[in-house]
């Protein structure tokens, strides 16, 4: 017979709370609660992995293929004129002529890769750059869109991608989280489901950091004296194994514990990874840290702080777009001169600078770099100067851990506006990440509402031609 409940074992039950208030300091003790669930043989590649971290550069709003790594001189040759193919539906239909783009194209490096001069300093690596010129989506209204690009199901509730990664191979790091979302002052539509574990531990869940010096609220440290700490420590864990043997930790419980006792060892591993300036004047330089726009230097301290996380084995780091204001992210439905170029200039010499930087240091063929929005944009006119949502085609590109450079996938038509070959999915965008981590995405499940559920759920194929 079960006994009942007193005040006195009730509070035992729920001495997990005090680990809010007990610093680990330098102890390097841990608490007494069992690891994040990881299913058998997991936490070990199902193969090989040519990548061991993944750095997202997530382009909120969705940039137009056609101005950035998809040319099209049908779309010069016609600017003004009635667009030549029938128009599917769009998110305003406030639909026009066919837009030439206002940017001359060039081609880079020895692969002679068509690029933009939206983005001079990236073309400078262009051999490095695996361009995927028809990218497909499902949805075409961005909270959706956002959801299926990060969780692989367009409705709210579903693990991320990075939540499904290290579920998959956990962390390498014992002080900082294995997801980490660099928040650069844009939180995509869909919020921070689009970074949850959902019913994956909460273990894996996206940490939002700013990039700057206190990047987390309440991370310095507020005991001075470390004999304090030690002591609170110790009361924590004795009172927690007081209440696992009183009542057992279920999944959840245990998992939030976890997360606190992380939170602690990160109150020292934070304050130094976010020290930027201890970083050479060059490697400043190398990421616009020194440029006027106070934008480019924003987002050049998101991919300095992002390689700094490579190094320390962080696994999965999403960086969201700066906040510029008068500008709509990479959604222009008018103004697309102005604000294409604003944000391309935001985000040029910082990516240059991360890629260049990972190389240099011997990093680039251990982190796969993913660039990519949620869908791109129309080749014909919204209203005057604009361009309307687009799920048909879309570019995005990779490079690092297990990419072949200077290569070009898929074919969009004249105008790119559809894919007419080699179509890949955001199903196949997962599955190669995964696969270039070591991860099987049909074997990377977990069961949920009576079914093994994944990341890509029962479809995706490996992107191979790319891989190296």
């Known amino acids: 017979m079960t006994e009942p409940l007193d005040r006195r074992r009730f509070l035992r039950a729920c001495a997990g709370i005090a680990a809010c208030s007990a610093p680990i300091g330098e102890t390097g003790l841990r608490l007494l609660v069992p690891a994040p669930a990881l299913p058998p043989g997991r936490g070990t590649p199902h193969h090989p992995p040519r990548a061991r971290s993944v750095i997202f550069l997530y382009m909120d709003g969705g940039p137009s293929q056609v101005d950035t790594f998809d040319y099209k001189p049908r779309l010069q040759r016609e600017h003004g004129k009635p667009f030549g193919m029938k128009m599917e539906p ?194 400043h330089r190398l990421y616009g840290l020194d440029d006027p726009d106070p934008y480019t230097r924003g987002y050049g301290a998101q991919c300095l702080a992002a390689r700094r996380m490579v190094e320390r084995g962080v696994r999965f780091i999403e960086l969201t777009c700066p906040k510029i204001p008068r500008v709509d992210r990479w959604d222009q439905h008018s103004n697309l001169a ?27 063929d251990q982190t796969l770099v993913v660039w990519t929005g949620e869908f791109g944009r129309t080749p014909f006119a919204q209203g005057r100067d604009g361009r309307d949502h687009n799920p048909f085609a879309f570019s995005a590109w990779l490079c690092g851990g297990g990419i072949a450079g200077g290569v070009t996938h898929g074919v969009t038509d004249d105008y790119g506006y559809k894919v007419v070959a080699d179509r890949v999915t955001v199903h196949d965008l997962h599955a190669t990440i995964l696969h270039l981590l070591g991860l099987d995405h049909t074997r990377l499940t977990y069961r949920f509402g009576g079914r093994d559920i994944r990341l890509t759920d029962v479809y995706g194929e490996v992107v191979r031609p790319i891989l190296a």
């Open 90 to 283: 769009t998110q305003f239909n406030d639909n026009g002529n066919t837009l030439g783009s206002p940017w001359r194209f060039a081609q880079h490096g020895a692969s002679g890769q068509w690029i933009s001069e939206l983005f001079p300093a990236l073309a400078r690596c262009a051999d490095r750059l695996a361009i995927v010129r028809s990218m497909s989506a499902d949805f075409s209204e961005h909270t959706n869109a956002n959801y299926f690009l990060h969780t692989g199901v367009g409705i709210q509730g579903r693990p991320s991608m990075g939540a499904w990664i290290g579920y998959g191979l956990g962390s390498e790091s014992d002080e900082l989280p294995a997801h980490v979302v660099l928040h650069g002052g844009l939180i995509p539509p869909g919020g921070l489901d689009c970074f949850g574990s959902s019913f994956l531990p909460a273990t894996w869940q996206g940490s939002v950091f700013r990039a700057a010096e206190e990047p987390v609220a309440n991370v310095q440290r507020t005991e001075p004296r470390a004999e304090l700490q030690r002591g609170k420590l110790a009361l924590v864990q004795r009172l927690d194994a007081l209440a696992g043997e009183r009542t057992g930790h279920d999944a959840q419980v245990a998992a939030a514990m976890r997360n606190q006792e992380l939170a602690e060892r990160m109150q020292l591993a934070v304050p130094e990874l976010m020290r930027l300036r201890d970083e050479s004047a060059a490697t």
């Open 338 to 364: 102005r604000d294409h170029a604003r944000n391309a200039h935001a985000i040029d010499q910082p990516i240059a600078g991360l890629i260049t930087d990972l190389a240099g240091r011997g990093l680039l």
